[in-house]
């Protein structure tokens, strides 16, 4: 079974900076069990990357996105955003609110 990873790291308002793993999964590989370990961890940021990597969002939907997170002061118009950044704002709270602006 191959096994292939695309690692988001960084978010900007126009696509995400990214890193690809591939590895041979193998049972017992010490490596690919730290790696697997690491997607099923990461998982329940997939809703995130989907609803703010949307090429569309300019510099107010990002400013609207920050207003409903309650973190206005900390948007910053040009700036790009880790993924863990955006979860300590509360963006995981605020994901279907975050989806409106993205639609909008």
Do not use: C, Q
């Given at each position: 079974m191959r096994f292939h990873?695309?690692?988001?790291t960084t978010i900007y308002g126009h696509g995400i900076e990214?890193?690809?793993?591939h590895c041979a999964y193998v049972q017992g590989n010490a490596v690919c069990e730290v790696l697997v370990?690491?997607?099923?961890?990461h998982k329940?940021?997939?809703p995130v990357y989907s609803e703010v990597c949307n090429p569309a969002l300019n510099a107010a939907h990002w400013r609207e996105i920050f207003r409903l997170m309650g973190a206005e002061?900390?948007?910053?118009?040009g700036q790009g955003y880790?993924?863990?950044?955006?979860?300590?704002?509360?963006?995981l709270d605020?994901?279907?609110?975050?989806?409106?602006?993205?639609?909008?």
């Open positions: 990873m695309i690692w988001p990214s890193k690809t793993v370990n690491l997607v099923e961890d329940v940021f997939l002061d900390k948007f910053k118009d880790s993924v863990s950044e955006l979860v300590a704002l509360g963006v605020h994901l279907e609110a975050v989806a409106n602006v993205a639609a909008a």
